[in-house]
């Protein structure tokens, strides 16, 4: 399973983002996917998740309600919006899959198997 993260870039405070993710190797039905991220000097935390059938998100609480996850199993993709972003946002986003997962777990990086490369999103006017 190979997982590719896309859409990061510089944006100016304030602004939007959309993250995408490509699963390819394996059907994405078949997986819970979150997305984490590692600012500067920092560990690398939990965003938001979406279980495989996409009726339920979580969300970190710090970033709640500028958020939004969404997936297209048909199209093998994942995305992850984030609004009103800030310079505390700036980080590498990591898209993670995983099989099998329980409901609490799903903040939890170390239940996800597969990984992707990150995309660098910076936020800076």
């Known amino acids: 399973v190979q997982l590719q993260a896309s859409g990061g870039g510089l944006v100016q405070p304030g602004n939007s983002l959309r993250l995408s993710c490509a699963v390819a190797?394996?059907?994405?039905?078949?997986?819970?996917v979150a997305w984490f991220r590692q600012g500067p000097g920092k560990e690398r935390e939990f965003v938001a998740a979406i279980r495989r059938r996409g009726g339920t998100t979580v969300y970190a609480d710090s970033m709640k309600g500028r958020l939004t996850v969404s997936r297209d199993n048909a199209k093998n993709m994942v995305y992850l919006r984030m609004n009103s972003l800030t310079p505390e946002d700036t980080a590498v986003y990591y898209c993670a899959a995983g099989t099998g997962l329980i409901l609490s777990s799903l903040r939890n990086e170390d239940a996800y198997a597969y990984w992707g490369q990150g995309t660098l999103v910076t936020v800076s006017s």
């Open positions: 190797g394996r059907t994405l039905s078949d997986f819970d």
